[in-house]
């Protein structure tokens, strides 16, 4: 099992709806969490961050963590063609040694469209 | 201000064949990982270079991966007797504080 699950979709939604993108984690120590985004034959970059169970919003986008039950997701608000693209959850253990930042552990991403 | 820059982009080679995979990370990012990228799969963590510490290279999949980083800045992935199962696209990212930026990635195929 995977230390990371993630529903690779496709995912296809009419603009304007709202997205609902999921990750599950089996990791106990996983406790900085991402969502990235990718668009093809580009690199991820980052959408959000948050360490923290509870919502994070910005802007047409929010991050869920429910660490009690290692359970993430992200939600895209009013959704535009212009989001479509692969996202991407991870996330990564505390570093105690405190001069790292330490490996991503990435979920497998979902295919996302957003057809006008 | 310039981000992350990998060469080549693309790079086609044969069974058996050494490739070099390069990558100039920000400059003064101290961090630089190295993942794989599988059709359909995400990242995949392969080494982590941080500052002047011996890199964490838990994540190379056998002796033909390595990789190191001259002078604190470019780091080159090296693949030696390339298998078709390397067929990936690799990616570089650096890190100043938390946040890792991604390069666009070498889009490796072995015939």
């Known amino acids: 099992q995977k230390e990371v699950e993630q529903d690779p979709g496709p995912l296809s939604v009419p603009e304007g709806a709202i997205v609902s993108l999921n990750c599950t984690y089996s990791n106990s120590a996983f406790q900085y969490f991402m969502w990235y985004r990718q668009y093809s034959r580009k690199g991820p970059e980052l959408l959000m961050y948050?360490?923290?169970?509870g919502n994070k919003e910005d802007g047409r986008f929010t991050a869920q963590v429910d660490k009690s039950s290692k359970y993430i997701s992200l939600f895209i608000r009013d959704s535009q063609p212009s989001d479509s693209a692969t996202y991407l959850c991870?996330?990564?253990?505390?570093?105690?040694?405190?001069?790292?930042?330490?490996?991503?552990?990435f979920g497998q991403g979902t295919i996302l469209t957003v057809h006008p | 201000g310039a981000g992350v820059s990998q060469s080549p982009s693309n790079k086609v080679t044969e069974k058996g064949k050494d490739v070099e995979l390069r990558c100039d990370p920000i400059s003064g990012h101290t961090a630089l990982y190295w993942y794989r990228q599988s059709l359909g799969q995400g990242l995949e963590f392969l080494i982590y270079f941080q500052g002047n510490s011996a890199p964490d290279k838990s994540g190379l999949p056998s002796d033909r991966f390595s990789a190191e980083r001259t002078g604190g800045s470019v780091s080159t992935l090296t693949i030696q007797r390339t298998q078709q199962e390397d067929s990936a696209v690799y990616l570089c990212?650096?890190?100043?504080?938390?946040?890792?930026?991604f390069g666009p990635g070498t889009r490796l195929t072995v015939l």
């Open positions: 991870a996330m990564r253990s505390f570093d105690a040694g405190g001069t790292s930042y330490g490996k991503l552990t």
């Open positions: 948050t360490y923290s169970s």
């Open positions: 990212s650096c890190a100043e504080t938390d946040t890792q930026y």
